[in-house]
């Protein structure tokens, strides 16, 4: 309505002065109750003593994935993504269900709590239990709230301690899972090793091979020699007739020289010839004819024994290294600040609670005193209007 409007432009801060000066009484009052109130409860109301205890996590802050890396799949248990920090995997560890019954069985705290379900009463120890990392140092706070103060202190230090033991928990079976699979795998590398070895062993007695190179290798020599020599030998022959008789002394040294040569290669080719009727008699010697074959069984039966070693090899380090991993891989937290009976209380915080309250009262008093006048105000624009109308 035009006339409300005009009333509510009309307000100046005199007005609102004289508003809460009229109603100053009522203001007073509800501060007063509501500061007293709040007085009353902050006095009334449990002391409560927060002990804290400050962590280095393994790695510290200098890498974000070194612990992941350690503890594997971990960090998905929890329910960490794969980029989480060292100290938020602590604290996710911390808050998990394994530590937190260990600290309820070990304080007895589902009868300290009057609780007779075990969620409820870790869902009490959790909102008791303040974390907090410091994404700088990487350093880690764990506070406990308790009405005493060494109880406080001794439940700090023990989520600590039940913390490291799951790290080593976890630690020593990470490694002793990687030890039993290379341990596994370096058995089966050296089944197969044996297995190659007992391959080229059965090859050799049954083809008559030790050493192919050494075996074959003179003789093949010789006759390739004799060969070239007896080549040549024809070549300065033919050129010698070319210009001499047949009684030409040179001639006849030439000749004479190439006969014995031929009877020489006629002798290796006939041992040649002995050295194959004994490969087929079953004789340990290989023969000659035989060696394209031979050495391409003997070269697959060394092949698979030396995989077989060099497998065998790598496994020995792998298990070695696992074993000495199973040893020293174990998670250690380094404690800065062990937890203290504080001989502070934590809250109630009186002062904020008495001024907040208090405050509180005074909103509400200006509040229903402008709710007030601004009914007044309507009831007495209404008389207005209907003696107007009359």
């Known amino acids: 309505m035009p006339y409300e409007e005009d009333i509510d432009e009309e307000l100046s801060l005199l007005d609102i002065f004289n508003i809460l000066w009229r109603r100053k009484w009522m203001i007073f009052f509800l501060t007063a109750v ?12 449990p002391l409560i003593y927060r002990a804290e205890c400050r962590i280095l996590p393994p790695g510290g802050s200098s890498t974000a994935g070194g612990l992941m890396a350690q503890l594997g799949g971990i960090a998905d248990m929890v329910g960490l993504p794969r980029t989480a920090s060292n100290g938020q995997l602590m604290i996710g560890i911390l808050q998990g269900d394994t530590v937190v019954d260990a600290i309820i069985d070990k304080f007895n705290l589902m009868e300290e709590l009057e609780q007779d379900i075990r969620l409820r009463a870790r869902t009490s120890v959790l909102s008791s239990l303040e974390t907090e990392e410091d994404t700088k140092s990487g350093i880690i706070s764990i506070a406990y709230l308790h009405k005493d103060p060494q109880r406080a202190a001794d439940i700090a230090n023990a989520f600590v301690a039940e913390l490291q033991n799951k790290l080593q928990e976890l630690s020593v079976s990470s490694a002793q899972e ?89 002798k290796l080719e006939e041992e ?39 497998k065998y090899e790598l496994m020995l380090r792998q298990y070695e290294s696992a074993r000495l991993g199973e040893a020293n891989d174990v998670s250690t937290i380094q404690i800065i600040d062990h937890a203290k009976a504080p001989d502070y209380k934590y809250k109630p915080k009186r002062a904020r609670i008495t001024i907040i309250g208090a405050g509180g009262g005074f909103l509400l008093g200006v509040f229903l005193a402008f709710l007030i006048e601004h009914i007044r105000s309507l009831k007495k624009m209404r008389g207005e209007l209907d003696d107007y109308e009359d």
């Not at 080229?200 to 020599?221: D, K, M, P």
């Open 272 to 310: 040649q010839q002995r050295s194959d009727r004994r490969s087929v008699s079953g004789d340990l010697l290989a023969s000659v004819g035989q060696v394209p074959e031979l050495g391409i069984e003997y070269q697959r039966y060394m092949r698979n024994l030396q995989f077989a070693a060099a």
């Open 34 to 45: 509501f500061g007293g109130t709040a007085l009353f409860y902050a006095f009334t109301s």
């Open 178 to 266: 990687r030890r039993a699979f290379f341990e596994n795998q370096l058995l089966q590398a050296q089944q197969e090793l044996n297995t190659a070895e007992s391959d080229l062993i059965n090859y050799q007695q049954s083809r008559g091979v030790i050493a192919l190179e050494s075996q074959t290798g003179a003789l093949l020599a010789s006759i390739n020699s004799l060969r070239n020599r007896i080549a040549a030998k024809n070549v300065e022959i033919s050129t010698l007739r070319s210009y001499a008789r047949n009684d030409n002394p040179r001639l006849r040294l030439a000749q004479s020289e190439l006969d014995a040569m031929n009877r020489e290669l006629r």
